[in-house]
């Protein structure tokens, strides 16, 4: 028969391994300086962080130098739009979160990658566009939570900050009409569908 300690062991060995440190998984900066570097995705209820393919596509549709850009990623999670802003050589990437744990991972990341480009704000998405002098930013990065109601404000207060040449980058739910972007100031650039995801790039109308 097995010993006690022997029971213990055995049984240990069946249970599943405990998660990484890193919480729920882990996203790829896809291009630029930091290319191929893993930024942690924190187990959160929503945090969603933008697929590798759609960051891809944004970035070819936006050109890979970003030399002398200002940006703002208003509602950042996991940072991965930031930073994907930022490894291309924008000037500075204001990264905006509300929540405070997330807050402090962002900052760990800039800190090891020595990024600094990249400046970490707490706080609503919304007020820190708002916060903006208009028509400064030359791209604005919006992929609120998909159960919110913080799209609508966070176009129109992005639509007064981006500058004329710049771009609005959108992530939502469902696809967002030529005529309801109209109304907020904006115009339809280009539009693209992966998944439950749908991605807009917007200009100032």
Known sequence: ???EA???????A???APAASHGAGEVRIVGGLWKRTRLPVADRPGLRPTPDRVRETLFNWLGQDLTGWQCMDAF???GALGFEAASRGAA???MNEADMGLVTQLKSIAAKLKADNVRVLRGDGVAA????????MHLLLLDPPFDSALF???LEAAAK?????????LEAPREWSEDEVLALGLERFRHLKAGAVHAHLLRRS
Do not use: E, N, R
């Open 1 to 3: 028969m097995l010993s």
């Open 6 to 12: 022997a029971k213990k062991k055995a049984a240990a």
């Open 14 to 16: 069946k249970k599943p």
């Open 76 to 78: 950042s999670g996991t």
């Open 92 to 94: 500075q990437v204001l």
């Open 129 to 136: 566009i708002k916060q903006c002098a208009s028509g400064s």
């Open 152 to 154: 609508k404000p966070a």
């Open 161 to 169: 900050a981006v500058a004329v040449d710049g771009f609005v980058y």
